[in-house]
């Protein structure tokens, strides 16, 4: 490859970078979320960001900076918590493209500099190289593996540029792979070396190492007969050990390449002819070069998002931020999210999910719907954006999802924040237009509402606990629940007073009025503190059968809104 191609597309793609990731920096501190962070001005968030960072370097909090660096960083012990097979998949990941970049693609700036005698073609470079490649490739695997094993039927977010870098990257690690089995098995590298080394490309001349080097090296010589006489080989490895032993060791240890050097081995004539050798090493390097260009606008910029966002909550383990630090903060999360899925699994919504179909109740999906809200795109299609409203305000803030994150983030105060931009863009909560509505004024609207207005869907599917009988029938009227229940509490010191109690919701189930509780104010109010689950005498699950009457509220009741405002 011409050195000067070869700088040009280095020193294009290093630019391109750079810029992407300035550009993506520099939204941590453009990008606001939630009504608060609009009153917040630039200068204020950089303020807060170089006090927070000058009181965490010179403060007894340096030393939790560099436990998190060691512990969240580079063990990476949140996942590790979460889920075993995930957290060795990235470790491998992480290990190997670390030694590929420094070994590999930084050979002559750093290994050439620490080992004396470097050469890519001896041991331990090159099973070293092969064992990087192949720990990369193990990690996606065991990644790839670990999503199938925890199907939850639902698809989880994804963008189509992101799995377009992973495919990138599969491309750079198997071109990479071909280019040195290639390099093994073809005679025109052999005459290269030798005329290099040797001063002869004569094949009559170098045939003791040409002998050599087709049954100990894996040289694919198509005019070489078997089997070789001893004493031809032996000639042909003094002449290896004076010519070529310094530079080049056998490449058995290449385990990946190697192997895959004795399958190419009966076209590799053809290949040495067409080139292969040049247009190999072309595609390699300029995937490579690519993968840089456009890496800040992938979700591999995570790799720089989350050591900040980590050490952001080492510094500040209290969550003690100003508001400032809060706005910057919530942005900084729409980039260290790594779309792991983990929070959807733990999501304590994630069955309401799957029965209603919008995607919009799962964190992950949540979070996308905040970027795009943050950045001017969600409101441009009504559907979208009124499900992503009732994903929003049907969540329970159970904390789950913050839990269990691996990176750290904090998604209750950015759930929060996102549902006062929802408010603000006049996207209510579901709780707001259905209280507007008596329970028996919507009721009567969906026992009256034409079929074409009212969504016939699977309800007992949505629903499953308030449809079956056994979930309530246990109940006894004790009223357990509506004594420790904070809503009646709250509502009895308040105008704001409520149309059912818990126990007078699972007394109308029972009775076989499920339509009549859709619109209950209790079912809207209701906090899911899960105190009347938790204290129930019968062991009804009394909370999740509130939140199953919200999904369902949701699908029913807004397949007769129109009609019922209209009437």
């Not at 969550?319 to 900084?332: E, Q």
Request: positive net charge; aromatic residues 8%; proline residues 5%.
């Amino acid at each position: 490859m011409s050195p000067a191609l070869f700088q040009t597309a280095l020193y294009a793609s290093l630019a391109l970078c750079s810029l992407g990731l300035v550009w993506r920096v520099s939204a941590w501190f453009r990008v606001r979320i939630g009504p608060d962070a609009r009153t917040v001005a630039l200068s204020q968030r950089v303020a807060a960001l170089l006090r927070g960072g000058a009181l965490a370097l010179f403060s007894r909090r340096v030393f939790q900076l560099a436990g998190a660096v060691f512990l969240d960083l580079l063990l990476q012990r949140r996942l590790f918590a979460n889920e075993k097979l995930r957290w060795l998949g990235h470790l491998l990941i992480l290990t190997g493209f670390t030694l590929l970049l420094l070994m590999h693609a930084l050979a002559a700036i750093v290994t050439a500099k620490l080992f004396q005698g470097y050469q890519p073609t001896l041991d331990p470079y090159l099973f070293l190289r092969n064992l990087s490649g192949a720990m990369v490739i193990t990690g996606v695997g065991l990644l790839l593996f670990g999503r199938w094993r925890r199907q939850t039927g639902l698809p989880q977010a994804r963008r189509p540029m992101d799995m377009a870098f992973v495919a990138l990257l599969g491309f750079v690690l198997v071109s990479g792979f071909l280019l040195e089995a290639h390099k093994i098995a073809s005679p025109r590298a052999f005459y290269r070396m030798s005329d290099q080394f040797i001063g002869s490309t004569d094949a009559g001349r170098l045939t003791p190492l040409r002998a050599v080097w087709a049954s100990e090296f894996g040289v694919a010589f198509d005019d070489l007969k078997l089997p070789i006489d001893p004493r031809l080989l032996e000639q042909g490895r003094e002449l290896h050990r004076s010519a070529c032993a310094s530079c080049h060791t056998k490449p058995v240890s290449a385990f990946v390449s190697y192997p895959m050097a004795r399958v190419l081995a009966p076209v590799t004539d053809l290949l040495d002819t067409g080139r292969a050798d040049a247009w190999l090493l072309y595609l390699h390097v300029f995937a490579c070069f690519l993968g840089l260009a456009v890496l800040p606008f992938t979700l591999m910029f995570h790799l720089v998002a989350v050591p900040i966002s980590l050490l952001v909550n080492a510094a500040a383990p209290n969550r003690d931020f100003s508001l400032a630090g809060r706005a910057s903060r919530r942005a900084l999360a729409l980039d260290a999210c790594v779309r792991c899925g983990i929070c959807d699994l733990h999501c304590s919504v994630a069955p309401l999910a799957r029965y209603l179909g919008n995607l919009g109740l799962l964190p992950a999906h949540k979070l996308q719907a905040t970027a795009a809200l943050a950045g001017g795109r969600l409101l441009g299609c009504e559907d979208v954006a009124l499900r992503a409203a009732d994903g929003a305000f049907l969540c329970t803030d159970c904390g789950r999802c913050t839990a269990h994150c691996p990176v750290g983030l904090d998604l209750e105060d950015l759930w929060e924040a996102g549902r006062g931009d929802l408010a603000a863009a006049g996207l209510p909560s579901p709780a707001q237009w259905v209280q507007a509505h008596p329970a028996l004024a919507w009721a009567e609207s969906l026992e009256r509402g034409p079929a074409e207005h009212v969504d016939s869907g699977p309800d007992d599917l949505l629903a499953p606990l308030s449809a079956d009988r056994r979930s309530f029938s246990r109940c006894v009227q004790c009223q357990t629940c509506t004594n420790v229940c904070p809503v009646v509490a709250h509502s009895m010191d308040s105008n704001h007073g409520i149309d059912l109690t818990p126990q007078k919701v699972m007394n109308l189930l029972r009775l076989g009025l499920r339509d009549l509780t859709l619109g209950s104010r209790m079912v809207w109010d209701c906090a899911t503190c899960y105190q009347c689950q938790e204290n129930c005498p019968a062991g009804v699950r009394v909370a999740d059968i509130m939140c199953e009457l919200r999904a369902l509220g949701v699908r029913r009741l807004g397949a007769v809104r129109s009609l019922r405002e209209s009437s």
